[in-house]
Every structure is written in structure tokens, then in C-alpha cells.
């Protein structure tokens, strides 16, 4: 049972990447799967997440209007756009029982994907 993610990168501010989230082991039925990043120095952040129960979605303030989550049976996905140096870190996908807003515990964990954003 494991998750892999793929499509971080170096892009320069104002650009754009998609990650992907793949599921190994076990599909989405009844997850939760969220995307967080932690940057250098800094705690790691809920980005955002997606139900598969309903499809119900989540978005941290900094991101919202920017970043589009969205899935497709075993693979979960997230559209970047406009990004900002701010948003240089480490990304990870990770799995929880229940829905997004439930506050589900994130059980299985991806390895992570280094996003940079460059001024």
C-alpha cells in the first residue's frame, strides 16, 4: 500500500505544473486524499484535499483560486497555476479514511515531490 507522486519541477513565478498522486495497493473508494507541502523551516501545511466519497473539495486560503484538485479512478491531481515563490516546498499526497472535512487521519504517506518556484 503506498502512494507516488510525480510533476514537481522548477518553474519560475507566474507558471505552472500538475502533480499526480498514484495509489499502489489499494484504490480511492472512501478516502480522503490530501495534498500537503512543508517548506524549508517550516511546518508542514494542508494544501488541499478531495473526497471520493462525494467529491468534495478543500482549499487552504493561499491557494484558493490557484490550485484546482481533482481526481480520475486510481489518480488524484493538482492543477497549479499562477504560482509563487511562496509556494516552493516539498509536496505530499497521503490517503485518510472518510471525508475532507471530517478531518480524516492521513494514514499513508507519499514520498514526497520538490516544487520551486523561482522570482
Known amino acids: 500500500v503506498q502512494l507516488v507522486e510525480s510533476g514537481g519541477g522548477l518553474v519560475q513565478a507566474g507558471g505552472s505544473l500538475r502533480l499526480s498522486c498514484a495509489a499502489s495497493?489499494?484504490?480511492?473508494?472512501?478516502?480522503?486524499i490530501g495534498w500537503f507541502r512543508q517548506a524549508p523551516g517550516k511546518e508542514r501545511e494542508g494544501v488541499s484535499c478531495?473526497?471520493?466519497?462525494?467529491?468534495s473539495t478543500y482549499y487552504t486560503d493561499s491557494v484558493k483560486g490557484r490550485f484546482t484538485i481533482s481526481s480520475d479512478n486510481a489518480m488524484v491531481f493538482l492543477q497549479m497555476n499562477s504560482l509563487k515563490p511562496e509556494d516552493t516546498a516539498v509536496y505530499s499526497c497521503?490517503?485518510?479514511?472518510?471525508?475532507?472535512?471530517?478531518?480524516?487521519?492521513?494514514?499513508?504517506w507519499g514520498q514526497g515531490t520538490q516544487v520551486t518556484v523561482s522570482s
Open positions: 478531495i473526497s471520493s466519497s462525494d467529491g
Open positions: 497521503a490517503a485518510g479514511m472518510g471525508r475532507c472535512h471530517d478531518r480524516p487521519l492521513f494514514g499513508v
Open positions: 495497493g489499494f484504490t480511492f473508494d472512501d478516502y480522503a
